[in-house]
C-alpha cells in the first residue's frame, strides 16, 4: 500500500461522525489548485453526507500530485477517485488524456452518482461547488512573512498617531470611499479606503473585492494590481476569485495587498456573517 495512500484514509475518515458503510474521496488537480470533497454513508442512514476535504486532506493530496510514488508520475494525474467500502480502499486515477473535451466542468455530481446510485446528498454548506485550494509556494510563503511584517509596523504607527481603537464608534461608506471613527457624535479620524476582500463563515471562502458585485469598481481599483502582480509570478492565491479560506487567509491577503501599494494600514470590518478586509490609503485628523 502506498504511504499517500493510507495517509490520504486517515484523514478522510476523521470527517466521518461515526461508522460508516461507504466513504468516497473525490479530487481535482491541475498547476496552481486542488479541490476536494468526501461523501459518505453513516450507519443505516439513507442520506449520503457531504464535507469539504480540510487543508489537511487537501495539502496531502496535493503533496502525492505534485511528487507521485513508486508507481504513479509526478503531476500526471487530473481526478482521483478514494473508495472505502467494508473496511477496504480502492483508488482510481484518471488522466487528462482519459477526460472528454470539456469533461472537466463539474465532473463532480456525476462521479457520486456513480458511487452512490439513487441516493440523496446532503451538502452541509449552502455551496454545493466545493471552493478550490491554492497551492502555497515557497516564494508564496515568503512574500507572506514579509507582508506580515511590513503591516504589523503599520498597524502599531496608526494605532499610536491616530488612536484607532480607542473611539468608540466607526462608519465606512462606499459614497464617499471613506473610514471615519468618531466619539460621542464627533468625527476624530478620516481615512481613504480600497476594499481587499473578505471572508464569509457560512462558507469558509475568501472572495477578492474586485469579484465582488456589491463593491464600488472605483473601491477596489487598486487592487486589480495584485491580481496582475500574482499571474506575473504564479501566485494562485492573487488570482482566483474565490477559495477556500478562513479570517487568518482574510488578513495575509490584506497583509499583502497593504505590502505592495504601500498603503498606510489595514482594517477589519466585521458583519453577521464573516470579515470584511480594508486598505487604509491616507488618514489623517478631522478638522
Not at 508520475?73 to 482521483?80: D, E, F, I, L, V
Not at 477517485?81 to 482519459?98: C, K, M, N, Q, V
Not at 452541509?124 to 509596523?153: I, Q
Not at 456589491?214 to 477596489?220: A, E, I, K, N, T
Amino acid at each position: 500500500m502506498s504511504d499517500f495512500y493510507r495517509r490520504i484514509g486517515q484523514q478522510a475518515v476523521k470527517l466521518a461522525p461515526g461508522p460508516f458503510l461507504k466513504l468516497l474521496v473525490y479530487s481535482e488537480a491541475q498547476d496552481g489548485v486542488i479541490s476536494a470533497d468526501v461523501f459518505f454513508q453513516v450507519g443505516h442512514d439513507p442520506v449520503v453526507r457531504h464535507r469539504r476535504a480540510p487543508p489537511e486532506l487537501t495539502d496531502l493530496i496535493h503533496e502525492f500530485w505534485e511528487n507521485g510514488d513508486c508507481k504513479v508520475q509526478p503531476r500526471s494525474w487530473a481526478a482521483m477517485h478514494f473508495w472505502i467500502e467494508s473496511g477496504a480502499f480502492r483508488t482510481w486515477l484518471i488522466y487528462p488524456g482519459d477526460l472528454r473535451p470539456g469533461e472537466y466542468l463539474d465532473r463532480r455530481p456525476r462521479v457520486v452518482a456513480d458511487y452512490f446510485p439513487l441516493t440523496e446528498v446532503d451538502y452541509s454548506k449552502p455551496s454545493s461547488t466545493t471552493p478550490p485550494v491554492p497551492v502555497r509556494s515557497e516564494a508564496f510563503e515568503e512574500l507572506v512573512k514579509a507582508a506580515g511584517r511590513y503591516l504589523t509596523d503599520c498597524q502599531r504607527d496608526l494605532e499610536q498617531e491616530y488612536r484607532l481603537s480607542k473611539w468608540s464608534r466607526y462608519d465606512w461608506s462606499q459614497e464617499t470611499g471613506q473610514l471615519v471613527f468618531s466619539d460621542r457624535g464627533a468625527r476624530k479620524v478620516i481615512a481613504d479606503i480600497q476594499f481587499v476582500g473578505s471572508v464569509s463563515t457560512e462558507t469558509d471562502t475568501w472572495l477578492w473585492a474586485w469579484d465582488n458585485d456589491s463593491v464600488d469598481p472605483g473601491l477596489f481599483e487598486a487592487l486589480l494590481r495584485i491580481r496582475q502582480y500574482g499571474e506575473v509570478h504564479g501566485f494562485p492565491h492573487l488570482t482566483i476569485p474565490k477559495w477556500y479560506a478562513h479570517e487568518v487567509d482574510g488578513w495575509e491577503m490584506t497583509s499583502i495587498a497593504a505590502f505592495l501599494l504601500r498603503a498606510k494600514g489595514a482594517y477589519r470590518s466585521p458583519r453577521a456573517n464573516g470579515v470584511t478586509f480594508m486598505l487604509i490609503t491616507s488618514v489623517g485628523w478631522a478638522i
